[in-house]
């Protein structure tokens, strides 16, 4: 049976590149990093590449790089590294639950958060956020660059510029970005990043930080990542993020096309089923690979299941968050529960092409014809 993936902000597949380094290092350079004999400094180079490549994407000094499990304990360090005693957190409810969750967390223990106001565009409210800002200039504000669901891009430059003056430290999700925009990362405290997000392997993330910026270990054990991440690195999946780090730093120019396909998928969709609403299309910018189209009184789920039946991979939020009964709290947050309810996200990789987008009208349209 044929299919067609359209779930890239869930993950992507590993890139062939990534595929070939990590076999490389899994036959050559097994050892531990942290031994000082041959074999380990063996896989102590490719965990040196890897930081270096990262860092060349992150525009910052590979010095400053810690490697995680992944994107959600890379949030969850920056956080709480950030949030000092007596300090509050400004953030909002279309951040990831990596986010979200930890703000929670905050407030159980009597901490002050600060959610800011959520413009029908699926923006954060600038103003009210630069409002909070003002308010309490010594805050740690966590927002995302790109929003995972909808592909809404985030108004970083004037916030970023404002918590620079106040004195303020910014923690920027940017998972959803790298290798997709070219963003301004010069007011960035910490930023976040996830390699299987840019067709490397599940299982290693990075935290970048600024050079004075002091980070906190959630985890307690060796000394590896200067102590604030400790346990044995893996070289292989060092290497795999190498290598995809170094491709996506060469692929932004694929935004053009997929932009293309996007739109065709996009307007096909709403033709097949009138009535049917693109969450976020009204924004500044939204990156060119996704689209989430809310499908009126339709089930979301249902919508995607029926969908893989035909061959066709999407989802109806955020892969962090499925398994639960809620609906998406960030369709929810732009256009209320009952848009967020039907709501579906098509998500496109560098590996579609326009008979994949023919192939999955075809199936969609009767799907939704049905659905009807």
């Not at 050892?31 to 380990?40: A, E, K, L, M």
């Not at 270990?217 to 070289?235: C, H, I, K, N, Y």
């Not at 967020?340 to 939704?368: C, H, M, Q, Y």
Request: glycine residues 10%; aromatic residues 4%; charged residues 25%.
């Amino acid at each position: 049976m044929r299919r067609v993936y359209l779930d890239a902000n869930a993950i992507s597949p590993p890139c062939e590149e990534a595929r070939l380094a990590m076999a490389d290092a899994l036959e050559f350079a097994w050892g531990n990093p942290s031994s000082i004999h041959g074999d380990g400094r063996k896989a102590r180079a490719r965990v040196e590449d890897a930081r270096e490549a990262v860092a060349a994407l992150m525009h910052v000094d590979p010095r400053d790089i810690l490697f995680t499990s992944g994107g959600t304990e890379a949030n969850n360090i920056a956080l709480r590294s950030l949030m000092r005693p007596g300090r509050a957190l400004i953030t909002s409810r279309l951040e990831h639950p990596s986010i979200v969750k930890v703000a929670e967390s905050f407030l159980a223990e009597g901490r002050t958060v600060q959610f800011a106001d959520i413009l029908p565009t699926g923006e954060v409210d600038e103003e009210h956020l630069l409002s909070l800002l003002r308010a309490t200039p010594d805050a740690c504000i966590a927002l995302q660059a790109v929003n995972s669901e909808t592909g809404v891009v985030q108004p970083l430059g004037a916030i970023g510029k404002l918590a620079g003056e106040l004195g303020a430290e910014i923690h920027v999700d940017a998972i959803q970005a790298w290798g997709r925009i070219e963003f301004d990362t010069t007011q960035a405290t910490t930023m976040s990043l996830a390699a299987h997000k840019v067709r490397g392997p599940k299982g290693i993330g990075v935290l970048s930080k600024t050079p004075c910026t002091t980070l906190t270990s959630v985890l307690f054990g060796g000394s590896q990542e200067r102590g604030v991440r400790p346990g044995t690195l893996d070289a292989a999946l060092a290497a795999g993020l190498a290598a995809a780090c170094k491709r996506a730093a060469l692929r932004l120019a694929d935004a053009q096309r997929l932009g293309a396909l996007r739109d065709r998928l996009e307007q096909g969709l709403l033709d097949a089923f009138p009535g049917a609403v693109v969450n976020g299309k009204d924004a500044k910018q939204r990156v060119a690979h996704v689209t989430n189209i809310s499908f009126g009184s339709e089930n979301g789920p249902e919508l995607v299941a029926a969908l893989d039946l035909e061959g066709i991979s999407v989802s109806s939020g955020s892969a962090c968050s499925a398994g639960t009964a809620d609906p998406s709290p960030v369709i929810t947050a732009i256009g209320g529960k009952a848009r967020s309810i039907s709501a579906v996200r098509f998500s496109l990789g560098d590996w579609v092409t326009e008979a994949d987008i023919d192939f999955v009208l075809e199936k969609a349209r009767n799907v939704l014809a049905r659905a009807k």
